[in-house]
């Protein structure tokens, strides 16, 4: 029996992957292209149960979860300026995914976002749940998300192992590991800022690739320590604009951690971060 | 060999209906318009297993925002758009059975006292998904994928029926309610595996059925029809 743990699912990731497999092409024997076979839906919402299940049962919880699904606007498409968000995304999209999406809004609990992504939302509320003392954890496959602290868990996939849960502090740390960094908490968002995002196509700091960003934040060990090395590294760059620069990058890849009173989206504020930032405060 | 108009197949709407192009996947407030008496129906085998035959019953839902379209893909708001869903129907005990499912969210309040025909007029919002046309190729279809509770959304209303509700039952047929229903439904309703003898039997004066097969005659979950244009509302 598990404990009430909120468990916070990146829905967007969910649809897509059980979507993904609810269509294929068929071949005859000698290779040649016979149709194209769209899938019974119900195979693939069977699926998405059995799975959800599995990720509560990893979470050792025991109520149902809650469901983060990204809605037709987001902040970040106005704030890219260098290059379009996520615009070197063209792949098909999967047959079923919209029947996904609307079939995980109306079976479980769901949280559509509106003028941000599902990222956001899950940042937020794990981050509201931390300040009431409430443990809980964000399940995806996202590295995005590992840089809101707290407690996260990633299910396998294909070409990727699980990851019990595990917690993520709020300075987090960054790996090595050779062909990539790995990282978490407030140094991977600075990574991210100079290495940029080619999954969300964020160019992050030109000329600065992983193994410079690595090398540029090893060693930092505050937040404000690390943030300074990335505003140094942006204005020995664009000089007079970094701050500039510096800002449209970081909105890209900061998760947004709260809503002001008027349920606002709170953006990420250069003068916070140059300030030193805590996320509990 | 008989010339009866209503045996020819029809061309898929015919006359001056427009084809109607399938609702994007989504959610959809409606409410239910009408509850349909199947009887007992045969069932497909299940991985090999004959099932036994088993009482459904259909219910249709007027979408409250959606419309059929004129022939400029213009909305024809005195005809909103319906979907239909067939369904065995159990004893609200199993709490796996579709039907129960939808009592559940339809009337959460319980103010049916779980009769299927107190649901006419309730609120409520429809998981609908689109799926390949079964029939014609490069069409899509609606389906209903589930039923949720009516939208809670501060400053929405959601609009009452267009349509006047219906009920068909069959141990009290309602000839004016059985004369609206479409074709392939009165034809889905007469295969009833207890229609011999029964009161609408009676009524139409129909011959016994010949049970020959188990096999449901034209199932609509496998090959619904397009949507059903709701019936002209009655004069004020």
């Known amino acids: 029996m598990g404990a009430p743990i909120p468990v916070l699912i990146d829905a967007d990731v969910l649809a897509y992957m059980h979507s993904s497999v609810g269509n294929h092409d068929e071949f005859d024997e000698e290779g040649q292209f016979v149709r194209h076979v769209i899938d019974p839906f119900d195979w693939l ?10 990720i509560q049962e990893a979470c050792g919880s025991s109520i149902e979860p809650f469901m983060f699904l990204t809605g037709d606007t987001n902040f970040r498409n106005d704030v890219a300026k260098l290059k379009v968000y996520k615009g070197n995304r063209q792949a098909e999209k999967p047959y079923h995914l919209a029947n996904m999406r609307a ?20 940042a937020i509320a794990q981050t509201q749940y931390r300040k009431e003392g409430v443990k809980s954890i964000i399940a995806t496959v996202d590295k995005d998300l590992l840089q ?40 991977w968002f600075c990574y991210q800022i100079l290495a940029g995002d080619n999954a969300d196509n964020i160019p992050g700091l030109p000329g600065c690739g992983p193994k410079k960003a690595y090398k540029a934040l ?10 300074g090395i990335v505003l140094s590294l942006y204005r020995d760059k664009y000089l007079e604009t970094a701050t500039q620069e510096l800002t449209e990058q970081a909105t890209l890849v900061w998760m947004v951690r709260a809503m002001d009173g008027e349920g606002k989206l709170v953006h990420f504020n250069l003068q916070e971060h140059i300030d030193g930032y805590k996320e509990s405060s | 060999m008989s010339l009866n108009a209503r045996e020819v197949p029809s061309s898929g709407g015919g006359g001056d209906r427009v084809q109607q192009a399938a609702l994007p996947a989504d959610l959809y407030p409606a409410r239910v318009v009408q509850v349909v008496d199947l009887g007992l129906q045969p069932r497909k085998p299940y991985k090999g297993q004959p099932k036994d035959p088993m ?12 419309y059929m379209k004129d022939e400029e893909g213009n909305d024809r708001e005195d005809m909103p758009r319906w979907l239909s869903e067939k369904m065995p129907f159990y004893n609200i005990g199993a709490e796996k059975a579709t039907s129960t499912i939808r009592m559940k969210a339809i009337d959460a309040g319980g103010v049916t006292g779980d009769d299927f025909t ?27 994928d589930g039923v949720t509770g009516p939208v809670k959304v501060k400053g929405y209303e959601q609009p009452e029926l267009v349509n006047p509700t219906t009920v068909f039952l069959l141990d009290e047929p309602d000839m004016e309610v059985w004369e609206t229903l479409p074709e ?7 295969s009833n595996l207890e229609f011999n003898g029964s009161k609408l039997q009676g009524v139409l004066g129909a011959p016994d059925n010949k049970v020959e097969s188990t096999s449901l005659p034209a199932p609509e979950a496998a090959a619904p029809p397009a949507p059903p244009a709701p019936p002209a509302p009655a004069a004020p």
């Open chain 1, 45 to 54: 919402t069977q699926s998405l149960r059995n799975h959800v299940d599995e």
């Open chain 1, 103 to 122: 079939h995980i809004r109306g079976h479980y609990n769901t949280y559509l976002s509106k003028g941000c992504e599902a990222d956001d939302l899950l």
């Open chain 1, 148 to 187: 809101v602290a707290g407690h996260h868990y990633r299910w396998e996939g294909y070409n990727f192992g699980e990851t019990p849960v595990h917690l993520v502090d709020e300075f987090g740390s960054l790996e090595d590991k050779g062909k990539k960094v790995e990282g978490t908490g407030y140094i």
């Open chain 1, 218 to 227: 090893c060693e930092a060990v505050t937040a404000q320590e690390a943030f």
């Open chain 2, 55 to 66: 009482h459904h019953i259909r219910i249709t839902y007027e979408l409250s925002d959606e």
């Open chain 2, 118 to 144: 107190e649901l006419v007029g309730m609120p409520c919002q429809l998981v609908v998904i689109t799926a390949p046309h079964p029939q014609y190729a490069g069409q899509e279809i609606n389906y209903v």
């Open chain 2, 184 to 190: 392939f439904l009165q034809k889905l309703i007469v």
